[in-house]
Every structure is written in C-alpha cells, then in structure tokens.
T-cell receptor
Framework: DAGVIQSPRHEVTEMGQEVTLRCKPI?????LFWYRQTMMRGLELLIY????????DSGMPEDRFSAKMPNASFSTLKIQPSEPRDSAVYFC?????????????FGPGTRLTVL | GDSVTQMEGPVTLSEEAFLTINCTYT??????LFWYVQYPGEGLQLLLK?????DKGSNKGFEATYRKETTSFHLEKGSVQVSDSAVYFC???????????FGTGTRLKVLA
C-alpha cells in the first residue's frame, strides 16, 4: 500500500491568500483525521471524518479553516484567508475503524509557511 | 477530560545507554495506549501499543507496559542507537472514540 499521501509537501504563501492542502487516505480506511503541529501547541486534532462525514470539528481554530471529504479517497483542508500564525506542519492520518482505538497511519505532512 | 503527560525533553544519551521516557495518563474510561515516533521531516509512525492492563507492547527493542494501577505507560529500551534519535509521542484512545489524545512529545538525541 502507498500509505497516506499528502500534497503539497511544502507551501509558502503570503498573508491573505487561500491555501488548500490535500490528502489521500489509505484505501479501505473509514476514518480520516487532520492535525496541526507547531512548537508552541504540539500536535492538535483539527477535525475528523467517518465515511466521508465530519464527526468532530471542535478543533478547527476559526471560520477561516474548512475541511471537506467529497469521497472516500480524497480530503482537503482549506485556509482562507491565511495568516502568519497558521504556519505549521499539517498532517493527515487515516485508520481502518474496525472497532475503535485503531492504529492511525500518518502522512508525511505539509509544511505551511505564511509570510 | 482525558489527558496524557510526558516527561519534558530533550533527552540526550550516549549510544548503548538505557532509555526511559515517562508517560502517565488520565482517562474516564478504559483506553488503549500508544507510542508513536517521529523522525525528522516525517510523519508519525506507530512504534507500539497496548490495549489492556498488564499488556506489554514491544517493537524494535522498545517496550512499554500498560500499568492501570499507576496510570502509566513508560517507554524503555535497553541500548539506544544513534538511529533512535527522534521525537516520541505517547497517546491514548478511549473506548467508544476514534480520537487520540497525544502528549507533547519528547525529543531524544543519541550521541555516538
């Protein structure tokens, strides 16, 4: 299996621009998670989906952030407009959802820099 | 709510030294416990896990035992290598949820 795929790996943008991060989960996995990692706040769960439906978005920092999962093989995290404080590494992870408390498989991350 | 507390890093050791990274948790239910490792520039990878009390997870020479009485899941390795240099995260996932609660991570640096 190819593992969780994220693109782009690096993104540099200017404040105010729209940013879209992409994720392809492992085939057959029912759960998809978006995380943000910073030095100050560590690893934060932003949102997660089950069978393409958002289940818990309580970690989304504000209305500038939105996430979608139009089908089982693709998800996006969008920031509009972006701000310098959004600079972080964003990870996508998926899990099979076979019975709860499953292993999560992480992608390589997207390093976002907002100037 | 549920939480995970890890020892502060960085931890610096010489090659072949013994490693312990402490992890304690609080949970309302009966969680599964995990250790993940993050190498520079990469995503997190599962290192080991345990799903019930007294279970021992092990992988690549690392071990951790689920201690319900002390609510702990300390990571140990008898002889570290330079290639073990990474950030280690303790995490829990409680029964009935698919969410993880992660600790803040502990950076390990192993010197040759």
């Amino acid at each position: 299996d190819a593992g969780v795929i994220q693109s782009p790996r690096h993104e540099v943008t200017e404040m105010g621009q729209e940013v879209t991060l992409r994720c392809k989960p492992i085939s057959g996995h029912d759960y998809l998670f978006w995380y943000r990692q910073t030095m100050m706040r560590g690893l934060e769960l932003l949102i997660y989906f089950n069978n393409n439906v958002p289940i818990d978005d309580s970690g989304m920092p504000e209305d500038r952030f939105s996430a979608k999962m139009p089908n089982a093989s693709f998800s996006t995290l969008k920031i509009q407009p972006s701000e310098p404080r959004d600079s972080a590494v964003y990870f996508c992870a998926s899990s099979p959802g076979t019975g709860g408390r499953d292993t999560q498989y992480f992608g390589p991350g997207t390093r976002l820099t907002v100037l | 709510g549920d939480s995970v507390t890890q020892m502060e890093g960085p931890v610096t050791l010489s090659e072949e030294a013994f490693l312990t990274i402490n992890c304690t948790y609080t949970a309302t239910g009966y969680p599964s416990l995990f250790w993940y490792v993050q190498y520079p520039g990469e995503g997190l990878q599962l290192l080991l896990k345990a799903t019930k009390a007294d279970d021992k997870g092990s992988n690549k020479g690392f071990e951790a035992t689920y201690r319900k009485e002390t609510t702990s899941f300390h990571l140990e390795k008898g002889s570290v290598q330079v290639s073990d240099s990474a950030v280690y995260f303790c995490a829990l996932s409680d029964l009935g949820t698919y969410k993880y609660i992660f600790g803040t991570g502990t950076r390990l640096k192993v010197l040759a």
